[in-house]
């Protein structure tokens, strides 16, 4: 047994005898056992291996025995190279183990070596998936900025520099983008896409790379992360495929957010990235592709409770591949999609804080959502005062990272249009509408045209002036919401109606208001949007109490009542019956909403175990 004859070795050791060939076998020992799962003993052989190569007084070792040679192969047994393995050992087996601050710390002792360009990107790789598996710190900013100097650094060595300068940058991602929609048109579902591989093993380890940095690189910045995107998806037309395409045709949507002429390249492509995750050949980062999916074109076509189960089951696979980083990311997503779906507030907390618990989160999202919640809920103080301070770590975060100021302002936006402050839900709404390139393309960038249009909506209502100049800023979101309710997914058609209703309010169409709310109301109890229900409930009450038709608004406020009962919002039911004073004698749930599949808040709450 080959293990067990390097045990013996290392237990007869003796410092004066000829140990290079120990340091080999260590060395191979530990990368067998990797494929094995048993990290820990991996560990032990690499840390061998390095005690021994402290006192390695030659520059090479010489293999001498055939077996060794035979298993060694090729590979260089300089110095240099075996102390590259040894930390790259390190750094590989702690990332497995989840020690990923002792991994961060040895990656970076793997790249100050003089190393070859290869080692360099797979250095740089297992830093990139060190670095995103720690995203769940409060500061994650000094990481990204860490992880994206190192990725710089080795896309230089290819040549591959990102511009300077924000227009240059963005003209020649458009030019890229048009390039690649003139190939992909050769491209179908029957293409034989395993025939186009590139076998060159350096350049699949840069698409890994590459592919392990999109999501890191967007939530540092952007631009840089569409610049790549685009810039690797053409390299992949003109120098051949890699296991890895996948993910780079599931990203192309972000070409969509530069011009709408490439929308339809982009959903082609995606939807072939779907077809191409059945053929062995790219079956492996399947997971990425639905994590990348369900952020755009697969929430076009499929409802976001199936976009969730498709989550779950890629948090599953990802972890059994050992991409702890990736299930974190996959786990995040679902917990945004349950809050855009509108999940009971206090199961919807419970579920943020155990992947807190299990570091299986990025910050600045759960941190912001977990806020949001709790101030609806009530358990956070300020709602009825429409006063919203979030945490220190948040904050500083955000003045940092676009990503994190986009999603807490988002955040601030809903909570000051749905305790009545106009006036600040516009300012937040401005802010998300000066960050919109951040999320452009992305479902976060849906939640915030629908608040927005309402804010405006609701501006122009008290200002009729303003309607021309808000409409301006509508229509373009309405159009958006239009076009994608065609898809059927069902997540769309009742924001859609919700904002013409209030378009109608504002022209003064009394018939088309009124129908268009009930529309609204009625799909999105259908579609299980509780809380937008909830919403179009409200406005609905509201516009009948303007008219005068008491009897009417009392009976949409009532349902408004009860369905931000079920969403959880025990701040909001206040806030409505300090408001309406005949609310006051709703403390009961309408057992006909209770009977439509909605939980009620006095139920046990029970919370499945997480992927």
Request: aromatic share 14%; with cysteine; charged share 20%.
């Amino acid at each position: 047994d080959f293990f067990k004859a390097v045990n013996h070795l290392n237990t007869g050791y003796e410092p004066q005898a000829d140990y290079g060939e120990l340091v080999l076998l260590n060395i191979h020992a530990a990368r067998q056992v990797i494929k094995k799962s048993a990290f820990e003993k991996a560990w032990q052989y690499f840390s061998f291996a390095g005690e021994l190569l402290k006192q390695l007084q030659v520059e090479k070792v010489v293999i001498v025995d055939q077996k060794l040679a035979a298993i060694w192969g090729k590979e260089d047994t300089g110095k240099n190279n075996l102390q590259y393995q040894v930390l790259f050992g390190f750094a590989e087996t702690n990332f497995l183990m989840l020690q990923f601050d002792r991994a961060l710390f040895y990656s970076n002792e793997v790249l100050k070596l003089k190393i070859s360009r290869h080692q360099k990107v797979l250095a740089t790789l297992i830093k990139i998936r060190i670095c995103s598996a720690l995203v769940y710190k409060n500061d994650v900013q000094q990481i990204l900025q860490d992880g994206m100097a190192s990725l710089e650094s080795v896309l230089k060595d290819f040549d591959i520099v990102f511009p300077t300068d924000p227009d240059e940058l963005l003209c020649q991602a458009d030019a890229n983008s048009a390039e690649i929609s003139r190939l992909a048109a050769g491209l179908n579902e029957e293409t034989d896409f395993a025939a186009k591989i590139n076998p060159d093993s350096e350049y699949q380890d840069l698409m890994k790379l590459v592919m392990n940095s999109m999501t890191f690189v967007y939530y540092m910045d952007v631009r840089k992360n569409l610049y790549m995107g685009i810039q690797f998806l053409l390299l992949n037309f003109t120098k051949g495929f890699t296991p890895m395409t996948p993910v780079l045709f599931s990203v192309s949507f972000i070409s969509a957010s530069i011009s709408p002429l490439y929308q339809p390249m982009a959903f082609l492509l995606g939807k072939i990235s779907l077809r191409m995750t059945e053929i062995p050949a790219f079956s492996n980062y399947s997971y990425i592709v639905y994590y990348i999916a369900t952020l755009n074109f697969f929430a076009w076509e499929n409802h976001y409770k199936t976009c969730i189960k498709k989550l779950k089951l890629a948090a599953v696979q990802a972890k059994e591949a050992g991409d702890h980083h990736y299930a974190s990311f996959c786990a995040t997503n679902i917990l945004v999609l349950k809050t855009y779906r509108g999940q009971n507030l206090a199961k919807h907390l419970l579920y943020t804080e155990k992947l807190a618990r299990q570091n299986q989160h990025v910050f600045f999202i759960s941190s912001c959502d977990a806020q949001f919640s709790a101030y609806l809920e009530g358990t956070k103080s300020g709602f009825l005062e429409s006063q919203f301070v979030f945490s220190e770590d948040l904050m500083r975060d955000a003045e940092k990272n676009f990503s994190g100021r986009f999603h807490l302002n988002l955040s601030l936006q809903q909570l000051y249009y749905l305790s009545g402050n106009f006036e600040k839900a516009l300012e937040a709404g401005k802010e998300c509408e000066r960050l919109e390139n951040v999320y452009r393309g992305f479902q976060i960038k849906l939640e915030h045209y629908f608040f927005y249009s309402l804010i405006l909506l609701q501006s122009a209502w008290k200002n009729p002036l303003f309607l021309t100049e808000a409409m301006k800023m509508v229509q373009p979101k309405l159009d958006e919401f239009r076009r994608l309710q065609t898809f059927g997914s069902g997540n769309y058609r009742h924001k859609m109606l919700l904002i013409e209703a209030e378009i109608a309010r504002c022209q003064g169409d009394f018939e088309t208001t009124t129908l268009l709310y009930d529309q609204s109301i009625s799909e999105a109890k259908k579609q299980k949007f509780i809380h937008h229900a909830a919403i179009a409930s409200e406005l609905a009450g509201k516009y009948y109490l303007s008219k005068n038709r008491k009897r009417l608004a009392r009976i949409y406020l009532k349902e408004a009542f009860q369905l931000y009962r079920k969403w959880g919002a025990d701040a909001k039911l206040e806030w409505l019956k300090q408001k309406h004073a005949f609310l006051r004698k709703e403390d009961q749930p309408d057992p006909s909403l209770a009977a439509s599949g909605y939980r009620s808040i006095h139920e046990p709450i029970q919370i499945t175990a997480l992927p």
